[in-house]
């Protein structure tokens, strides 16, 4: 089967609708990312160090996540609610992600975390269980945030983790107390 996976669906959304006061994030052409890490473009040259411009994207992507926070931080329950609804909107009726998958799929999505100030895609995780898609979650495996995704039912407990309140599933299927299917 097929699994989709989309640990924020306001990635697949952000072009489709105004971003509701959040900065739009920069872009470069592949050219312009050439020249200024000194590469020639030519073909069969090999790239050198790092540049000063790796750093400076690094500098300009931190700056970047820190003004998103400051953004979300920023809006009312109100407005997080409707952005989510926004999103979910976009994906389930826009887009059709959902309906337009076989029902042989997977779909690999998230428990919305309110402290992180996630979009709250609930409606998106309950179309799929309603089209009777194979639904995955993340747990995460160490402190590195690796994770896997394991699957869950329409009805499931999930573990609240500290420090931050995400929802993950527990290692056993909490009907069967079986071990979940990982992916």
Sequence with gaps: GTLVTSANPTVAAAGKHERGGMPEP???EPDELARSSGSSGASGSRPGPPA???HQRRLEKKALRASIKAALKSLSQEQKRSESARVCSTILEDLRLIDDLPTTAGVG????????????AG??????????????????????????????HEHDTY???PPFGIREPSLADTATGKVREDV
């Design 26 to 28: 920069q872009t470069r």
């Design 52 to 54: 000063a411009s790796e």
């Design 109 to 120: 999505i998230y428990l919305a975390c309110e402290t992180l100030n996630e979009v709250d």
């Design 123 to 152: 409606r998106i995780l309950q179309r799929a269980f309603e089209r009777g898609l194979r639904v995955y979650l993340p747990r995460v495996l160490d402190r590195d945030s690796n994770m896997h995704f394991l699957r869950v």
């Design 159 to 161: 573990d609240v983790v």
